[in-house]
């Protein structure tokens, strides 16, 4: 086994024991039985982009690449994410931006260390895809740090308090739509075409610049720009559905197995950026404001679990399953994603009983996916996307 692999491996254990935190504060929370404080919130969110999401891509990045020099940023990154889970759940004030700045020397490490591997490779469409990723998270990354140091001192030294308040409030908007959307599409692509072409490199490159669009959108107070970024979103996805219509379309359901993941992650990007557009119509009209909480606040919430659970993990669930020695039961997307639907329509409707019912389907059949993968990530050579 290459380095490459065997780092990648260990990144993915290591998302998987800390996706437990994001899944079981999820069931709780979601089926009405604890209500966490804000603290215990912010550790379910960051345990699930950073320890899950971002750790699990960063084993994919190093699969994609291969190379050598990968363990040590692995090591550095596994540390780092759990001390950052650990500074939000104790709530320790300036330990959480001393937390998410180690978070953010793992981000900019695995950047350089992309943009090396991208340097000499066949720089493929998701290979591009993945780079271009890397940049928006480590632009999302030091948003983080900035809002961390605003929420601890209540100022940034250095900027008025305007501008250090755009810049914080700029980071849920970048790590959304700026590394979430591309980072699924291109791991998606990856894992059902990998082919290299136009359309698709098109594709990244708006992704890309809708993400750049949004973060100045917040950091300028620019609400045309807004706009923009919806629109590149939604003519970049729209591409990208045409073009993985071949691997999407029904008949190419007819195959189990772990691949129908990875369709299931393309289907939820259509609904993350429908809901974008959604959520970007009520702003625009005022009825929401996340800021105060004000407005229909649950239909953005529909979009982040969108985005985390129906394009992240189904995505990522499908590539770890091919480092795993066991494949899970056929049914297994079918029971995450029908608690992920039943979820996602009660946070539009506003629905409790929908929400208490969605939220502990989705996690229980999350819980049995870690477990088969965690049980079966064995020293086999991984099956590497076509």
């Known amino acids: ?7 990648a491996r260990l990144l993915f254990r290591a998302a998987l024991l800390i996706f437990l935190v994001t899944i079981v504060i999820g069931i709780l929370n979601g089926a009405g039985i604890w209500e966490p404080s804000h603290e215990m919130l ?3 969110v960051h345990a699930g982009t950073l320890g899950w999401i971002t750790l699990a891509v960063f084993g994919a990045a190093m699969l994609m690449f291969g190379g050598e020099g ?32 180690l978070e953010l020397v793992a981000i900019i490490w695995m950047l350089t260390w992309v943009s090396r591997q991208y340097g000499s490779s066949s720089k493929t469409t998701t290979q591009l895809g993945v780079l271009l990723a890397m940049v928006s998270l480590t632009l999302g990354g030091i948003l983080g740090v900035l809002l961390g140091l605003f ?4 100022s940034i030294p250095g900027l008025s308090d305007d501008m250090a308040s755009s810049l914080a409030g700029a980071h849920p908007p970048a790590m959304l739509i700026g ?21 698709g490199r098109i594709v990244m490159w708006a992704l890309f610049a809708g993400g750049v669009a949004a973060n100045l959108a917040f950091i300028l107070d620019v609400d045309a720009l807004i706009q923009v970024a919806t629109l590149l979103e939604v003519a970049a996805i729209v591409t990208f559905t045409v073009h993985m219509w071949p691997r999407i379309k029904p008949a190419a ?14 289907v939820f990007l259509v609904v993350g950026v429908a809901l974008l557009v ?8 005022g009825e929401l404001d996340p800021e105060t909480g004000t407005g229909p606040i649950r239909v953005l919430l529909a979009f982040d679990h969108a985005m985390f659970v129906g394009v992240m993990t189904n995505a990522l669930f499908a590539l770890v399953a091919r480092s795993a020695t066991r494949a899970p039961h056929p049914a297994l997307p079918w029971a995450i994603n029908l608690g992920v639907g039943i979820f996602l329509i009660g946070l539009v409707a506003d629905s409790d009983l ?4 969605g939220a502990p389907v989705m996690g229980l059949a999350l819980l049995y996916g870690v477990y088969v993968f965690l049980t079966s990530m064995g020293k086999a050579p991984v099956e590497h996307a076509a």
């Open 253 to 266: 359901w007819a195959r189990q197995g772990a691949s129908n993941f990875a369709r299931l992650a393309a």
């Open 278 to 285: 959604y959520v970007v119509q009520l702003f625009m009209s």
């Open 70 to 101: 990968s363990r040590n940023i692995a090591l550095f990154a596994v540390a780092a994410t759990v001390l950052y889970v650990i500074a939000f759940a104790t709530g320790t004030g300036v330990f959480r931006p001393i937390a998410g700045t």
């Open 42 to 44: 912010l550790t379910h």
């Open 1 to 7: 086994m290459g380095e490459s692999e065997s780092s």
């Open 151 to 154: 929420i601890a001192n209540g």
């Open 179 to 199: 590394y979430l959307v591309l980072a699924g599409a291109a791991i998606v692509h990856w894992l059902l075409d990998g082919t290299q072409n136009r359309p």
């Open 354 to 357: 929908l929400v208490q019912v």
